[in-house]
């Protein structure tokens, strides 16, 4: 996969945007941006992808760079039940394996 | 809507015994499924893909196995397990990168005594 980068944890306050930050500069033209997260105990939960144009749903929008060497993560207005690891991944396999590195572990205050 | 299952939910199994994991997917056609692991306090790791019936690859060498006896069943074996054996394992579906997005199962916490 392509290498990302991630920042290991940053805080967030309660009612405020949290933007996630991700480098992928090795990236190349046809691979998509995906993104995830995974709450403490539960299993990892799709948020959003994207390969050229940025993205919005009900979750979260992605916005990414126009060169596709980094993306950035937006939770609009987070809550205290977004604290969680977030995984930004660029699967390079057909076949979409996604391979999960440390991610960035985002805790929302109060 | 697609939907994936997975069983036991807990699981305290003694070192040396068999193991066998179920996952099954509905309302989806050959998609390709996948068996991570985590251990306590460790990122995810690949350990098995499927893109088909009979069709597995495995990522890491180890003391586990798996099968796909039909299209949306996916199963991971163990003869005798060992005490590092022990974690969360998640079962996850896809169909592909443009629309294959990669949805996990509720996973299964396996402890190995």
């Known amino acids: 996969d392509a290498k990302t980068t991630q920042p290991p944890s940053m805080d967030c306050a309660e009612g405020r945007a949290a933007n996630l930050p991700c480098n992928h500069s090795?990236?190349?033209?046809?691979?998509?941006v995906y993104w995830y997260r995974q709450i403490h105990s539960q299993g990892p939960q799709y948020i959003i992808h994207?390969?050229?144009n940025n993205e919005t749903n009900e979750m979260a929008s992605l916005i990414i760079t126009e060169d596709r060497k980094s993306s950035t993560l937006i939770l609009p207005h987070a809550t205290l039940r977004d604290t969680a690891v977030y995984y930004c991944?660029?699967?390079?396999?057909?076949?979409?394996?996604?391979?999960f590195g440390a991610g960035t572990q985002v805790v929302v205050t109060p | 809507s697609q939907t994936i299952h997975q069983w036991p939910a807990t699981l305290v199994q003694p070192v040396g015994s068999p193991l066998s994991l179920e996952c099954t997917v509905e309302?989806?056609?050959?998609?390709?499924l996948y068996w991570y692991r985590q251990a306590a306090g460790r990122g995810l790791q690949l350990l098995f893909y499927?893109?088909?019936?009979?069709?597995i690859s495995s990522e890491v060498p180890q003391n586990l196995s798996a099968s796909r006896p039909q299209d949306r069943q996916f199963i991971l074996s163990s003869k005798k397990l060992l005490l590092s054996d022990s974690g969360f394992y998640l079962c996850?579906?896809?169909?592909?990168?443009?629309?294959?997005?990669?949805?996990f199962g509720p996973g299964t916490r396996l402890t190995v005594t």
């Open positions: 309302g989806t056609s050959n998609p390709n």
């Open positions: 090795t990236i190349s033209g046809n691979e998509y």
């Open positions: 996850a579906w896809s169909v592909g990168l443009a629309g294959g997005l990669g949805y």
């Open positions: 991944i660029v699967p390079t396999d057909s076949w979409g394996k996604l391979q």
């Open positions: 994207g390969l050229k």
């Open positions: 499927s893109v088909g019936i009979g069709q």
